[in-house]
């Protein structure tokens, strides 16, 4: 059990996780109709830059299934922060893999392994996901998988060194 939470904080954490766990997994994941289950029929979810389109958690589910498909190994390594408060929950992860299965987006798989982080923020309410917002480290992740171009720079925000190894450039002093 999270520590500080309220049982019911804590059943909206355990909504949240089994979600993600649903999401992440490669096998589990078919699509929206995989988390259905989960979420309100109305619910929303918000991350214009990074999932266009998407307008549901379930929109999410079946966007990141395609992800999933280049990725193949895709997983949450852990969850560096989880928090609820009220109908309110906040899983900060980091997770990880490589470009080892299908192309993607006309890119062949590339062998690249990435590694990066990402929050979600839900909005719980009688046990069902209401609302998930999403914020990703999407442009870490393509440039370690070969997806995206980086030009050579000695700011780490644009080196491909320092962006391979996100973790070893946090340490460094600018």
């Known amino acids: 059990m999270t520590t500080d939470q309220t049982p019911e904080e804590e059943a909206n954490i355990n909504v949240c996780k089994e979600y993600m766990s649903i999401a992440y997994s490669p096998t589990e994941n078919r699509g929206g109709d995989s988390v259905a289950h989960l979420c309100h029929a109305d619910s929303w979810f918000w991350a214009p830059a990074t999932f266009p389109g998407c307008e549901t958690p379930m929109d999410y589910a079946t966007s990141h299934s395609v992800v999933m498909s280049a990725v193949s190994d895709l997983h949450i390594i852990r969850f560096d922060q989880v928090f609820a408060k009220n109908g309110h929950v906040l899983l ?11 192309p993607y987006k006309g890119i062949q798989a590339t062998g ?14 009688d046990r ?19 997806w995206a171009p980086v030009n050579e720079s000695d700011d780490p925000r644009w080196n491909a060194q320092a962006l391979a190894d996100p973790e070893g ?6």
């Open 92 to 102: 900060r992860y980091t997770a990880e893999g490589s470009h080892v299965g299908k």
């Open 112 to 125: 690249k392994h990435a590694t990066w982080c990402a929050a979600a923020i839900f909005e719980v309410e």
């Open 128 to 146: 069902k996901i209401r609302s998930f917002t999403k914020d990703w480290d999407q442009k870490t992740m393509q440039i370690q998988l070969g």
């Open 169 to 174: 450039s946090r340490k460094k002093k600018e």
